[in-house]
Each structure stands twice: as C-alpha cells, then as structure tokens.
C-alpha cells in the first residue's frame, strides 16, 4: 500500500473524483466524509472511512490521527451555516471559531488548517488532484455566445472578480448588464435558483476565483447540477474562470448544455 492522504470530503463530486484521482496515483485513501454532505459511494471506494459531523472537529481529528493521516485534503463544499451557530457541543471547534479573525468561510478554513497542522496532519494544495478538470479559455459549447450574453460577461466579470476578494461569494449572475443575484451562503445552485425567481429567464452565470485563493481551501467548481440548476431557471449562459475553476462531468454537462442551447465558456481573467 502507498502513501496515506486523509480527504475531508463535503458536497459535490469532487471528493469522488479526488479520491479516484489520488488511487490511481497510488495513495491509501482514508476519507472522512461530512454527515449530510458527501457522496455514500466515498465509503465503498475508501481505504478507511468515517462520518464526520459538520460540528464534529474532535472526532475529525481522532480518526486522522488514528489511521496515521500525516497529509489531508479538504475537497467539496460544506454547509457553512454551522460556523454561525450557537451552543457547539464540540469544544474544539468552538475554540477554533473564536480565534479565527471573523466567520468567513475562508478565515475558518483558514484556522482548521492552522489547527489541523499543529496536530501533525499538514493540509495539501489539492490542484495535484484536479488537473484533468480544469479548462482552457474559450467557448466550450456548440452554442455560441450572442452579443447580448457577451456584454453581459464584460460587464459582470470584474464585479465577479471584486466579489469574490471580498470573500462573498465566488458566483455572480446578470441579465442585462444588471446584477441580480450574488452568491452567499446558499451555494451556486441556490443563488441560481434565487437569480431564476427574481428575474426569469435569459440569465448569464459567472463563477470566478479570488485572486489571491489559497488552493487549500473551497476551490470553486461547477459540473452536471450546475447545468441542471440553468436549466430550471432557462438561463442562457455559464461562464467559468479558465484554468481556475474545476469542471466536473464536463461532457455529459455540455451535451446537455447544447440540447438546450445553452452557452457555456471560459474566460481569463
């Protein structure tokens, strides 16, 4: 067996992916998977596994440390409602939410790497893991843009970008040169379904990345359900940070794209 790496796995298929990607690369793969978040099928493809509550820092730790984790990474994302809760039961986190600066899902983050290190398990830039995904500038659809969804882009993307260095969020969507919705804690899809209610459809998506990420910790991403979320709310285009946002199920999410004469494409920044 080779090399051990702990994987803290939230929602979405970039755990799946990141654990498939870490065996074939010849590691030991012991995932704790967060209760209510991670894919079930974590556990049959793990060498180890454990349910980890989002609240649940002690035990995160205990199974780490039991399985001999000297190396972790976080992939997928976690419900970040729990950071504002009252009443943690667990001490550690509890702890770990008050030495952070403020309870922005970075500033936390930012503290359990911090914490994780000094109890001897060093947290990984994942980018090794998520390569295969990302994707060169350029149209990557059948469907091509209209001006209109061009102008939209120009417009929205330095908001996008300004945004996301606020630490807000990392998705922004627009119609008609206007902003309509941006995203908080809700999430990508949520915010699409927000956008969809506000403002009906023809919408256009920007998902970017700060420009100062630390690769460590919530990586944006897009895939499949992104596309299924575009769909419910008939936007007309998605447009990703080239080479810094990941796409997963890529295809099978552009065929579905260009069978509904969406756009999808990636820009530089």
């Known amino acids: 067996m080779g090399p051990r790496i702990g994987i803290i796995a939230g929602s979405g298929r970039f755990a799946l992916q990141a654990l498939d990607m870490a065996k074939g690369l010849g590691y030991a793969c012991v995932v704790a998977g967060i209760r209510g978040e991670a894919l079930p099928e974590l556990k049959i493809k793990a060498d180890a596994f454990e349910w980890v509550g989002r609240d649940e820092l002690f035990k995160l730790l205990t199974f780490f440390k039991g399985q001999d984790v000297r190396e972790a990474v976080l992939v997928g994302k976690v419900e970040p409602r729990v950071l504002i809760q009252k009443d943690l039961q667990d001490e550690e986190l509890a702890r770990l939410l008050v030495r952070a600066k403020d309870k922005t899902p970075t500033a936390v983050l930012s503290s359990l790497i911090e914490y994780l290190a000094a109890q001897g398990i060093a947290v990984i830039d994942p980018t090794f893991l998520l390569e295969p995904f990302f994707c060169p500038e350029g149209v990557l659809t059948r469907t091509a843009p209209s001006t209109g969804i061009l102008e ?9 970008k300004a945004v996301a260095d606020l630490d807000i969020g990392q998705t922004v969507i627009v119609k008609s040169r206007a902003i309509v919705a941006v995203e908080g804690m809700e999430g990508t899809d949520e915010t699409i379904k927000r956008a969809g209610r506000l403002a009906g459809e023809g919408l256009t998506v920007l998902k970017t ?5 630390d690769p460590r910790i919530d990586l944006p991403a897009v895939g ?6 575009l769909l419910k709310v008939r936007a ?5 940070e080239a080479n810094g946002v990941a796409f997963f199920q890529k295809e099978e999410a552009l065929t579905l794209a260009d069978g509904h004469g969406i756009v999808v494409m990636a ?3």
């Open 224 to 229: 499949l359900e992104t596309i299924k979320s």
């Open 267 to 269: 820009k530089r920044t």
């Open 152 to 160: 939209d882009i120009d417009f929205g993307w330095p908001l996008a």
């Open 236 to 240: 007309a285009a998605l447009c990703i």
């Open 209 to 213: 990345r700060r420009a100062r990420q």
